[in-house]
């Protein structure tokens, strides 16, 4: 396989036209190199870690002698005794690529995705193109057990039955590889064009440089049934009889690795890239269903997950990096993504997000009072907050509505004022507010009644102010028989009853302070007119013709020479003497 390095790059994202603030770059200069092991007598296949954690790859497996990794992380294997070729990708998922074989023993794939298999029973190497075709590769072979497949395309072919290695240029050329072999099981070739050798019955693993030289790799080694080679030269043996592998680092230092291995057939190394995520996500909106995919890299793929800081409501990240929903609040929303793969170190990255929400506004403002300052603050919601401003009618004189949405200042005129007040942030709709505001005074009144008398009719307006128009009422003492105070403060009706009255009436609109007015009112009684006029003569006295008018007893009577007629008196002349 060929090598791959990536850089991993936690790439700031730009969120909303902005660089989110703080934004992480995590470089990793070299990948890692992981070990995958077909371990044969324990049916399964290996993932052994550089720290030297060892997981499990694929499921019902019978006898996996074959594993090969391409360079997404995508593990082969030859599932020798289920005749099948499997495939697990990054995630876990697995498929087969074909079943169509009869106990296949080795398995490649090309830098395309092509799969080559060495269809043991079959006696033929199989090529799986990208798109599910099956071609055949080689000609006369016997129980081919490895395939390789270098950089150029072309195949080479552990010939077990032959005892060669065949290769197969791409323009279908073969050629033969090395020399006095023994029952070859496998094969490897390493970027130089290098071709290593599992010389199964010799015991040994045969180097052949690209110049034809033969030499020999490893110590102790015994019945090899597999071999691989990484990019930084390290050789991998499937020591098969001794139960282990063993790894030959470029400057020959040999070591073991893997533990608890059962008679291990296949092996290769699998590069593992740390994670690079990008990713430019646009703003979002309420109510409005959302998706964006960020873009991963690494071998294995990266998973995401949010690790920080809150989604917002209504969204979710996936495992493969998809955020959506439908975003049920706006505002600013800052939280860390975290991709992984397994390979150290995770990336982090914290990001920043708007959800833009269309603006609402909301309020009634109370009554103010002329001359008294006044503030009102409208309640606002959407992202981003929305500027308020007037948009018919006209305020209070005194008053002003400020951009946030506060109705604030000392009002000069009483009267009842009706407008419209909008809510806007360049996202639709806006919203409109219909405001009727009542600036009220205090109220005042003032007044003196006459007096009144009693039986006759009587009427007296006390004058008032104030806005609303106060409401009168009596508030202390007690009225005249016979008198009501009406609500508007007219004192009326037809005293009863004479006297003095002493009582307090009050005008009131809800503005404090009331006023109220104390009052003292006297009814009189009216004059008592008598129905005729007493009998008799009453004595004169005074200078000749001057009559004497007396009264007694309430009676007005006239001296001789005088009548009363109809309440008028008339005197009756004389002619003169």
């Known amino acids: 396989m060929s090598g791959v390095t990536v850089a991993a790059i936690a790439s700031a994202l730009l969120i909303g036209g902005g660089w989110a603030s703080g934004a992480d770059r995590?470089?990793?200069?070299?990948?890692?190199?992981?070990?995958?092991?077909?371990?044969?007598?324990?049916?399964?296949?290996?993932?052994?870690?550089?720290?030297?954690?060892?997981?499990?790859?694929?499921?019902?497996?019978?006898?996996?002698?074959?594993?090969?990794?391409?360079?997404?992380?995508?593990?082969?294997?030859?599932?020798?005794?289920?005749?099948?070729?499997?495939?697990?990708?990054?995630?876990?998922?697995?498929?087969?690529?074909?079943?169509?074989?009869?106990?296949?023993?080795?398995?490649a794939v090309d830098a395309s995705g092509a799969v080559y298999i060495a269809d043991t029973d079959m006696w033929r190497v199989v090529k799986i193109a990208t798109d599910g075709t099956p071609t055949t590769v080689g000609t006369g072979l016997r129980y081919p057990y490895g395939?390789?497949?270098?950089?150029?395309?072309?195949?080479?072919?552990?010939?077990?039955?032959?005892?060669?290695?065949?290769?197969?240029?791409?323009?279908?050329?073969?050629?033969?590889?090395?020399?006095?072999?023994?029952?070859?099981?496998?094969?490897?070739?390493?970027?130089?064009?290098?071709?290593?050798?599992?010389?199964?019955?010799?015991?040994?693993?045969?180097?052949?440089?690209?110049?034809?030289?033969?030499?020999?790799?490893?110590?102790?080694?015994?019945?090899?049934?597999?071999?691989?080679?990484?990019?930084?030269?390290?050789?991998?043996?499937?020591?098969?009889?001794?139960?282990?592998?063993l790894k030959i680092a470029a400057d020959g230092v040999q070591t073991t690795v893997g533990d608890g291995l059962a008679a291990p057939e296949g092996v290769a190394p699998g590069v593992s890239a740390p994670v690079q995520v990008t990713g430019v996500a646009p703003a979002g909106t309420t109510g409005v269903e959302y998706s964006f995919t960020y873009t991963r890299q690494g071998i294995p793929l990266p998973d995401l997950s949010v690790t920080a800081g809150a989604l917002p409501p209504g969204l979710s990240l996936s495992a493969d990096g998809v955020l959506s929903g439908t975003p049920t609040q706006g505002g600013t929303f800052t939280f860390t993504i975290t991709g992984?793969?397994?390979?150290?170190?995770?990336?982090?990255?914290?990001?920043?997000?708007?959800?833009?929400a269309a603006p609402t506004i909301a309020g009634s403002p109370p009554p103010a009072v002329a001359g008294e300052a006044y503030s009102f603050p409208f309640t606002t919601s959407g992202f981003p907050a929305p500027d308020i401003s007037l948009t018919a009618g006209s305020l209070p004189p005194g008053l002003s509505l400020s951009v946030d949405g506060v109705l604030s200042g000392t009002p000069t005129q009483a009267g009842t004022f009706e407008f419209t007040v909008t809510a806007s942030n360049g996202f639709d709709p806006d919203a409109s507010l219909p405001v009727s505001i009542e600036v009220s005074t205090t109220p005042t009144i003032a007044?003196?009644?006459?007096?009144?008398?009693?039986?006759?009719?009587?009427?007296?307006?006390?004058?008032?102010?104030?806005?609303?128009?106060?409401?009168?009422?009596?508030?202390?003492?007690?009225?005249?028989?016979?008198?009501?105070?009406?609500?508007?403060?007219?004192?009326?009706?037809?005293?009863?009853?004479?006297?003095?009255?002493?009582?307090?009436?009050?005008?009131?609109?809800?503005?404090?302070?009331?006023?109220?007015?104390?009052?003292?009112?006297?009814?009189?009684?009216?004059?008592?007119?008598?129905?005729?006029?007493?009998?008799?003569?009453?004595?004169?006295?005074?200078?000749?013709?001057?009559?004497?008018?007396?009264?007694?007893?309430g009676l007005l009577l006239t001296a001789a020479g005088a009548t009363l007629t109809a309440g008028r008196l008339r005197r009756r002349q004389h002619p003169s003497r």
Do not use: C, W
Not at 51 to 76: I, K, N
Not at 151 to 163: E, F, L, P
Not at 340 to 356: A, F, W
């Open 447 to 553: 007044g003196s009644p006459p007096a009144a008398v009693t039986g006759t009719a009587y009427a007296y307006p006390f004058t008032t102010s104030g806005f609303p128009a106060p409401h009168v009422s009596l508030t202390a003492g007690s009225l005249p028989p016979g008198l009501t105070l009406a609500a508007d403060g007219t004192l009326s009706g037809t005293p009863t009853q004479t006297g003095s009255f002493a009582f307090t009436v009050t005008a009131s609109n809800g503005t404090a302070p009331d006023a109220s007015l104390p009052v003292t009112l006297n009814v009189n009684a009216a004059p008592v007119i008598p129905s005729s006029t007493p009998s008799g003569t009453l004595a004169t006295t005074g200078s000749s013709g001057t009559p004497l008018l007396v009264v007694a007893a």
């Open 147 to 245: 395939v390789a497949v270098d950089q150029a395309g072309a195949v080479y072919i552990a010939d077990s039955g032959n005892h060669r290695v065949l290769k197969v240029a791409s323009d279908g050329t073969e050629t033969t590889v090395g020399t006095d072999l023994n029952y070859p099981q496998a094969v490897a070739v390493d970027d130089s064009g290098t071709v290593y050798i599992a010389d199964q019955e010799a015991s040994q693993v045969v180097k052949v440089a690209p110049d034809g030289s033969q030499t020999y790799v490893g110590m102790g080694v015994n019945h090899p049934f597999g071999v691989a080679v990484d990019d930084s030269g390290a050789v991998y043996i499937a020591n098969t009889s001794e139960s282990q592998v």
């Open 26 to 107: 995590a470089f990793a200069e070299t990948p890692a190199t992981y070990t995958y092991i077909a371990d044969t007598n324990n049916n399964r296949v290996v993932k052994l870690a550089p720290d030297g954690r060892q997981t499990t790859v694929g499921s019902g497996l019978t006898f996996p002698s074959g594993v090969a990794v391409d360079e997404s992380g995508q593990v082969y294997i030859a599932d020798t005794f289920n005749s099948r070729v499997v495939k697990v990708a990054a995630d876990g998922s697995q498929t087969t690529v074909t079943s169509d074989l009869s106990r296949p023993f080795g398995v």
């Open 340 to 356: 992984s793969n397994g390979v150290d170190p995770d990336v982090t990255l914290p990001v920043t997000l708007d959800v833009n």
